[in-house]
């Protein structure tokens, strides 16, 4: 009796493997930032959000904005004035992105960022235009010294933020 209830259990098992395995996978496709050919300094960025309670009425209703904090820092180096960025991403319209060809960017705004002369400089903006971001572009850095990077076809710096958002940390 007990050897037939270990054979029917394994058999009840078997029988509902093949309904846990995807035999036909979708095809998945990544987006990535343009290749890159070197940063004249460490440049990352990170995604923001704020706290805020919306009331809607009616049809109209107020959206929320996407923020990103830049950090861009040179160890041993004349301090960093100022930066020009630029974020590439998608726009509010709707859109259905099939995931075999993908969609390009729609959108991107740029911002100058500054600061007092140092060597690191951090900042967060906030989009008005772009409403997912996939990549930022740096596009110049200004340093004390007066010397000024900027982006070519050779050297190209870009970083792409986390996917991951928190809404409610301490900063």
Not at 66 to 82: F, R, T
Not at 144 to 161: D, L, Q, Y
Request: hydrophobic share 40%; aromatic share 6%; proline share 5%.
């Amino acid at each position: 009796m007990r050897r037939s209830s270990v054979v029917l259990a394994m058999f009840l098992v078997s029988v509902g493997l093949p309904a846990q395995t995807n035999s036909r996978t979708p095809p998945v496709q990544f987006m990535e930032a343009p290749a890159q050919g070197g940063c004249p300094a460490g440049f990352s960025v990170e995604r923001r959000s704020t706290l805020n309670v919306v009331e809607t009425k009616g049809a109209a209703e107020r959206r929320q904005r996407q923020g990103l904090e830049v950090k861009l820092g040179q160890k041993d180096a004349a301090g960093i004035v100022s930066a020009d960025v630029t974020v590439h991403g998608y726009s509010a319209k709707r859109r259905v992105m099939p995931t075999v060809s993908g969609a390009e960017p729609d959108a991107s705004e740029s911002f100058r960022i500054a600061g007092e002369a140092a060597s690191l400089l951090i900042k967060e903006i906030w989009m008005h235009r772009v409403n997912t971001v996939s990549w930022v572009e740096l596009n110049e850095v200004e340093y004390a010294n007066g010397f000024v990077w900027h982006s070519s076809a050779k050297a190209r710096c870009s970083a792409v933020p986390s996917k991951l958002l928190l809404v409610a940390g301490a900063r």
